[in-house]
C-alpha cells in the first residue's frame, strides 16, 4: 500500500488540506472529497474536457492529473467563476444564447472558455472552435455554443472599451 | 479507472531523479505532463510503483533560439506554439504542434515526453527526425547524444536506457520550406498518416529535402531515398511520384481502427504529395 500524501491546494480561493494517496485523480478529489461538482466525468478517458478545470493558469482535463501532481497548486472551477445570484459573463451569455441543452458538457465549456478570452480576448469564430476543440457537446451541435463564447467576448471588451 | 497505487516522488534536481531511478531501476518512471502516461496507467497498461515527478526539476524549460536551437525537455506543445523566436526560426515547431491532440492536452504534454514515449502515434519523433534533431541523455554515468534518427527501435522501445532521462532536444535552425501535413479522423487525433518535410531550393531546382512520417510503421520513418528523389530536381510532378514511391518503400503501417493497410499507404502517399508541394511553394 502506498503511503498516503500531505496535499495542500488552494480551490477557487479556499485552502485545502488533507491526506491522499498520490493516485487519487483531482476529478475525484474535487468532486468526492471536496464536493465540488460542477466539473463532471464524462468520458474518463482524457477527450472530452467535461472535467475541464484551471491549474495554475492553464485548462486541465482533471481526470489527467493526480492529486500529487496538483499539490501546491491554485485551482478554479466553475464555482469559482460565478453563482447564481451573479453570474459570470460567460455563464450569462451561454444563458441567453442557447449555449447549454442538457448543461453536462457546460461546466467544462465555460471554464475552457473563460482561459481562451483570457488569451486571446478577441477570436475569431474559427479561433473559439479550435481553442474550443478539447471540449465535447453531444447536444447542441456547437453553434450556439461558439455564438455565446462570441458573445461574451464581445460585452468583455465593450465594457472594457467603456472603462478606457 | 484507477491506476494502480505508487508512491511519488518530486525531486528539486536531477540528482534526486537519477537517485530515485537508480534505487528502484525497472520499478521507476518518470512522469513530465502525464498525458500519454496517465491513460495507461489508469487503464493498468502501465504499473509504475514509483513516478518521479519532473515539474520541479530546474533547467528543463528553456528554448534557445540562434544557429542551433535547443528545446528543454519540459517545454509543453503549448509553449512551442506561443513562443514567437521559435516559430520564426523554425515555423515546422509550431505548424506541428498546433496539430497535435487539443488545447487542454498541450498545455501539458512536454516535449521530452513525446519524444521519450516511442509512441508510434506521437508526432514529434518524425519532426525530429525531419529536424535531424539530437537528444541529450542523462544518466548515473553523465551525459550522452543519441541522433533522432538512431533513437527509436520499435514501439516504446528506445535507445534510452532506464535510468536515463532526456533532458533536452537541440537542432540547427531549419533552412528553406517546410510543412507538417497530417491526416487525422477528427480534431485532437493521432495522426492516421502525417508528413514532416523541409526543403531547401537554390535557383530554380531543389538542393536538398528531408522527409519523415509518422504513425505508419512501429517507429517513426526517417525516409533518405525521398528526400533523395527530390534533389537536383524541379520538383516536378516526376519527382514527387518518386519521393511518393521511396516513401512507400520505407514504411511498414498495419491494419488497426485507423483502417487497412492499403488505406494507410495512400494516406500516406496523399499526405506526402501536399506536404511536398506546400515546402516547396514556401521554399
Ligand atoms: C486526447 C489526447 C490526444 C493526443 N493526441 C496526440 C497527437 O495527436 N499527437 C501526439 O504527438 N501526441 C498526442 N497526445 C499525447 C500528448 O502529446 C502527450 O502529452 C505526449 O505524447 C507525452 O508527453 P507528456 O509530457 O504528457 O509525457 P508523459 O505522459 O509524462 O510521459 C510519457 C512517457 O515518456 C517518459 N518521459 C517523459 N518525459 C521524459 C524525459 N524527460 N526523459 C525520459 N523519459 C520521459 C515517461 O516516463 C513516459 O513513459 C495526445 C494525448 C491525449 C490525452
Ligand atoms: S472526463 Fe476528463 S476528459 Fe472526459
Ligand atoms: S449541452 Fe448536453 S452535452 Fe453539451
Known amino acids: ?38 466539473p463532471h466525468i464524462g468520458c474518463e478517458t482524457s477527450h472530452c474536457g467535461a472535467c475541464t478545470v484551471t491549474v495554475n493558469g492553464k485548462s486541465v482535463k482533471s481526470c489527467t492529473m493526480f492529486v500529487a501532481q496538483a499539490d501546491g497548486a491554485d485551482v478554479t472551477t466553475i464555482e469559482g467563476l460565478g453563482s447564481p445570484d451573479n453570474l459570470h459573463v460567460l455563464q450569462r451569455a451561454f444563458k441567453e444564447n442557447h449555449g447549454l441543452q442538457c448543461g453536462f458538457c457546460t461546466p467544462g465549456m465555460i471554464t475552457r472558455a473563460s482561459k481562451l478570452l483570457e488569451e ?15 471540449n465535447l457537446c453531444r447536444c447542441t451541435g456547437y453553434q450556439n455554443i461558439v455564438k455565446s463564447i462570441l458573445a461574451a467576448a464581445a460585452e468583455l471588451n465593450s465594457a472594457k472599451e467603456a472603462a478606457e | 479507472m484507477i491506476p494502480g497505487a505508487f508512491e511519488y516522488h518530486r525531486p528539486k ?23 500519454s502516461l496517465i491513460p495507461m496507467m489508469k487503464l493498468r497498461m502501465a504499473d509504475i510503483p514509483h513516478l518521479i515527478d519532473l515539474q520541479d526539476v530546474q533547467g528543463l524549460n528553456s528554448i534557445t533560439v540562434g544557429d542551433t536551437i535547443t528545446i528543454g525537455a519540459m517545454v509543453t506543445q503549448h509553449h512551442i506554439i506561443e513562443n514567437h523566436a521559435l516559430a520564426s526560426a523554425a515555423p515546422i515547431m509550431r505548424e506541428a504542434s498546433l496539430q497535435i491532440a487539443d488545447p487542454q492536452v498541450r498545455y501539458m504534454g512536454t516535449v521530452g515526453g513525446n519524444v521519450a514515449n516511442g509512441d508510434p502515434g506521437n508526432d514529434m519523433p518524425g519532426l525530429m527526425q525531419c529536424l535531424d534533431a539530437t537528444f541529450t541523455l542523462v544518466g548515473p554515468d553523465g551525459e550522452r547524444e543519441v541522433a533522432a534518427r538512431d533513437f527509436y527501435e520499435a514501439a516504446y522501445m528506445t535507445d534510452r536506457e532506464d535510468e536515463e532521462v532526456l533532458t533536452q532536444v537541440r537542432f540547427d535552425k531549419p533552412q528553406g520550406g517546410f510543412a507538417y501535413e497530417k491526416q487525422k479522423r477528427k480534431i485532437g487525433d493521432y495522426a492516421t498518416a502525417a508528413a514532416a ?19 505508419l510503421s512501429d517507429t517513426p520513418i526517417y525516409s533518405e531515398d525521398a528526400g533523395a528523389a527530390l534533389a537536383g530536381t524541379t520538383v ?46 514556401r521554399a
Open chain 2, 236 to 281: 516536378d510532378d516526376t519527382a514527387i511520384e518518386a519521393a511518393v514511391a521511396a516513401m512507400l518503400g520505407d514504411i511498414d503501417p498495419t491494419e488497426d481502427n485507423r483502417g487497412p493497410i492499403e488505406f494507410k499507404r495512400h494516406a500516406a502517399a496523399v499526405i506526402l504529395r501536399r506536404a511536398i508541394a506546400r515546402a516547396w511553394s
Open chain 2, 13 to 35: 534536481d536531477m540528482e534526486g531523479v537519477l537517485a530515485v531511478l537508480q534505487e528502484h531501476g525497472d520499478d521507476a518512471r518518470v512522469i513530465a505532463g502525464g498525458h
Open chain 1, 120 to 134: 486571446n480576448p478577441n477570436p475569431t469564430e474559427e479561433e473559439v472552435r479550435f481553442g474550443m476543440a478539447g
Open chain 1, 1 to 38: 500500500m502506498a503511503k498516503k500524501m500531505h496535499i495542500k491546494l488552494t480551490v477557487n480561493g479556499q485552502e485545502e488540506e488533507f491526506l491522499a494517496e498520490p493516485r487519487e485523480l483531482l476529478i475525484h478529489t474535487l468532486r468526492e472529497r471536496l464536493n465540488i461538482t460542477g
Open chain 2, 197 to 215: 518535410v523541409q526543403i531547401v531550393k537554390d535557383g530554380d531546382t531543389c538542393a536538398s529535402a528531408s522527409i519523415a512520417m509518422t504513425n
